[in-house]
């Protein structure tokens, strides 16, 4: 299971971002993970354009078919979640909403397996801190949970 949030922005058809209002209508996403040489793209990705521009072509960005989703992926993302929806929360707040969506399918590319084992670290992640912030992942440690 995987989920995120998010408000606000006014959609063509509700108070909510298109992102969250194409899910609601075709109960599918995708998510996709962000390198760091994916970060402009991501960026540029979260203007407030209008319902019938495709983001894809204004970050180019190619899309890949998905397998078990109608929806398109991102191409050169390192990994994608092939998600159909589960739920849908009303946060407080003023149209702020949490998507949960069942991970159905997974695309790692080939390019970050070594040994069978995903290398993250070799892409560079990145992760939002909130706000505006942002950072690479560029470490990681492993802990063994107690019995």
């Not at 989920?3 to 899910?23: E, L, R, Y």
């Not at 354009?49 to 993302?77: G, H, M, T, W």
């Not at 949960?100 to 892409?123: M, P």
Request: some cysteine; aromatic content about 8%.
């Amino acid at each position: 299971m995987v989920m995120f949030s998010t408000n606000g922005k006014k959609s063509d058809q509700k108070n909510i971002k298109d992102s969250a209002a194409n899910i609601i209508e075709t109960e599918e996403f995708v998510v996709s993970m962000v390198s760091k040489a994916l970060l402009k793209s991501m960026n540029t990705s979260s203007g407030n354009y209008s319902k019938n521009v495709d983001e894809f072509e204004i970050c180019d960005l190619q899309k890949a078919n998905c397998n078990l989703v109608s929806v398109p992926r991102i191409s050169k993302s390192p990994a994608s979640l092939e998600c159909k929806l589960f739920q849908v929360l009303k946060l407080p707040g003023k149209d702020n909403n949490m998507i949960i969506g069942e991970v159905v399918g997974i695309h790692l590319s080939d390019y970050f397996l070594k040994n069978g084992i995903f290398n993250i670290l070799d892409f560079m992640p990145i992760a939002r801190l909130g706000y505006k912030d942002y950072t690479t992942i560029s470490k990681k440690f492993t802990l063994e949970r107690p019995d």
